[in-house]
């Protein structure tokens, strides 16, 4: 059990006391009738072959209140999409599958390229933004949720509680971010603990207070990968399709709604899915990959909010990042050690010394090219240089499900 | 004698055919020439085609222009430039193939060539009939969703929905009675359908608005005898 404190801009619904998993599903059933929803899940076929996703699906065929389920299937054959309609069969209700590899969906991403509109390369980014997409074009729901299928403990009422701040009409939030512990014999979550904390920190010692750096200090896991939302921030939100997805979404969130608006979950006790290797010699992989790309687009929405950058402020951002992010291990190491939880230290330092190279690497990468943007475009933008593009999904995903 | 007789008896038919075929194979050698011919220009148009339409950016236009989308729903997933370059190209392979079986000179085939060149305006117009009228529906459809979300209808794309829905059944009753496909069934079915489309909304509007109507009429005559009145006291 947590405790009732409110931290940061934003609102902060905390799991109090033992509340009824049956109470919370009952209630969404009521929304439900008001303000559906639809569940996007972007997986992987490998996803399939590991030991999450039986759990998922058994979970996903207690939920009664979704009104569809969006699969977003990447990286696999035609074969392998057959066998993946079957792994799903025991949901019952709307569930379609997204066969990104598909004959009909790589026309309808041919649509986007020869119109001009660049959706960026395969990964979580497009499928969820294609997800989104079918949504918005079966017109049924008015609400989002989105969640990894990489999830081992998965219990359907992490998916209760983050439906729950967007679906229940009397709370009227628009946006609704996880959070958890991402704890078993030790502390995983060095991203969000030892690089993206840390980092708006320095930021904010370095260049005083400012309201995107407050917004996203204010979630306790920015780099949660499950949140719900309303089907109109997916029309006017665009998503980045590297790394920097969930920071840059948040970016896209805070640009368009109001902090008010906006709250985070307590969703799970605990939460355990695959872990990335730090691969620190290699910036093309790993956690190295993600950190650099996080970092740039943290400063490019920096940059867009008139902050000015300069070859002495990144300079003296490493140094003020080293300092905190050496001084936020004393503190994991405390907390680990009252609670019994293994710590390497070293490993824990050598981790912050190659998220200082990455900093200084994304840094490089944004003075020479600021106005790089992975952004994929809304979807409002994308039906105004298409106007039947939506329909085009809509067909296409169906006679795929056929 | 006999045997003379006999082998002249043989030889007679060989010669017949060979006759024949002395006859008949310039026209098999002129039809196998515009085959090949015929099959040569087609790929050459098909390959300047292919071209032509990329530089036109001609998917884009379409994807713009709604054609995409018709070909799509129609669950056909080429590319509009590469659907144009097939379709030009097999038109003029069966034109190809038409022309060179005329060089035949056999009655049966030309009486079928004649027809199909006679059948070829009706397919063209056709084709015209229902691009044009798939353009017009969608864009009368769209009229009346903005005609009728400005006035603050409720039920406004259901509305420009069924506007759409009507003009398309009466676009492919046209195209099918162009195409000369059983048309007395196509026009007896497009009456039935049509009119039972304009009856069902007739009833539903009229049911609907009897109280509507009767409270126009009754405001109007009321807005009439006042408007006596003061005629009257002038």
């Known amino acids: ?402 | 004698m006999i045997m003379q007789d006999f082998l002249t008896l043989v030889l007679e038919p060989f010669r017949e055919v060979f006759a024949g075929f002395k006859r008949f194979a310039p026209n098999m050698l002129a039809m196998l020439t515009i085959l090949i011919g015929g099959l040569v220009f087609a790929r050459i148009v098909r390959a300047l085609l292919r071209k032509a339409l990329t530089a036109l950016s001609f998917d884009a236009w379409s994807d713009r222009m709604g054609f995409t989308v018709m070909m799509r729903k129609g669950d056909l997933w080429t590319k509009p430039a590469e659907a144009v370059v097939r379709v030009v190209f097999w038109f003029l392979v069966i034109f190809t193939i038409m022309i060179g079986l005329s060089a035949l000179k056999v009655h049966a085939v030309n009486t079928l060539v004649a027809q199909f060149f006679l059948y070829l305006p009706r397919v063209l117009s056709a084709v015209l009939i229902l691009v044009i009228g798939y353009v017009a529906a969608g864009f009368l459809s769209r009229t009346v969703l903005i005609a009728l979300v400005n006035n603050g209808y409720h039920y406004a794309k259901v509305l420009a929905e069924a506007v759409r829905l009507l003009l398309i059944v009466l676009i492919l009753a046209m195209a099918l009675e162009q195409l000369q496909v059983a048309p007395n069934i196509v026009v007896a079915a497009f009456s039935i359908i049509f009119g039972g489309i304009v009856i069902a909304l007739a009833i539903a509007f009229g049911a609907g608005g009897i109280e509507a109507a009767r409270r126009i009429i009754e405001k109007g005559a009321a807005e009439k005898s006042e408007g006596k009145d003061d005629i009257q006291h002038l």
Not at chain 1, 174 to 197: A, D, E, I, P, Q
């Open chain 1, 1 to 402: 059990m947590s405790d009732f404190y409110q931290t940061g801009v934003i609102t902060t619904l905390h799991r109090l006391g033992k509340p009824s998993l049956e109470r919370i599903e009952g209630e969404l059933l009521h929304f439900s009738r008001t303000r559906p929803v639809a569940l996007v899940l972007p997986a992987l076929y490998s996803e399939f072959e590991g030991p999450a996703m039986p759990k998922i699906v058994e979970e996903l065929s207690k939920v009664k209140y979704l009104c569809e389920i969006v699969l977003v299937l990447d990286k696999a054959s035609d074969k392998e999409f057959q066998k993946v309609r079957e792994f799903m069969a025991p949901i019952p209700g709307d569930v379609k599958i997204i066969h990104n590899d598909g004959r009909r969906v790589m026309e309808i991403y041919d649509t986007f390229k020869r119109n001009g509109l660049s959706v960026g390369e395969r990964g979580k980014g497009r499928s969820a933004w294609l997800a989104y997409g079918y949504v918005i074009a079966n017109g049924k729901c008015d609400v989002i949720a989105l969640h990894d299928c990489d999830i081992v403990n998965y219990s359907r009422e992490m998916l209760a509680r983050l439906c729950y701040p967007v679906a229940n009409p009397n709370l009227d939030y628009v946006f609704c971010k996880g959070f958890y512990s991402r704890v078993t014999n030790k502390m995983h979550g060095r991203v969000t603990r030892l690089l993206v904390t840390p980092l708006i920190r320095s930021l904010q010692s370095l260049g005083g207070e400012h309201r995107f750096l407050k917004f996203i200090d204010s979630f306790r896991y920015p780099l949660a990968g499950e949140f719900a939302m309303s089907t109109d921030m997916a029309r006017v939100n665009r998503i980045p399709w590297d790394w920097g997805l969930e920071v840059g979404s948040l970016a896209e969130v805070y640009r368009n709604y109001s902090p008010r608006r906006i709250c985070q979950v307590d969703i799970a006790d605990t939460y355990e899915h695959k872990h990335q290797v730090l691969s620190s010699e290699d910036p093309e992989k790993g956690l190295m990959k993600m950190t650099i790309d996080i970092c740039k687009s943290i400063f490019r929405t920096l940059a867009s909010e008139g902050i000015v950058f300069s070859d002495g402020f990144f300079k003296s951002l490493s140094v003020a990042y080293l300092r905190l992010a050496e001084d936020t291990i004393m503190k994991y190491e405390a907390d680990a050690a009252i609670n019994g939880l293994e710590f390497d230290r070293h490993e824990e330092a050598k981790a912050v010394e190659s998220f200082a190279r990455a900093i200084a690497m994304a840094a490089e990468t944004f003075m020479k090219n600021p106005m790089g943007t992975p952004l994929i475009p809304n979807w409002n933008r994308v039906t105004s240089a298409i106007p039947g593009i939506l329909d085009m999904l809509k067909k296409a995903v169906d006679e795929d499900n056929r």
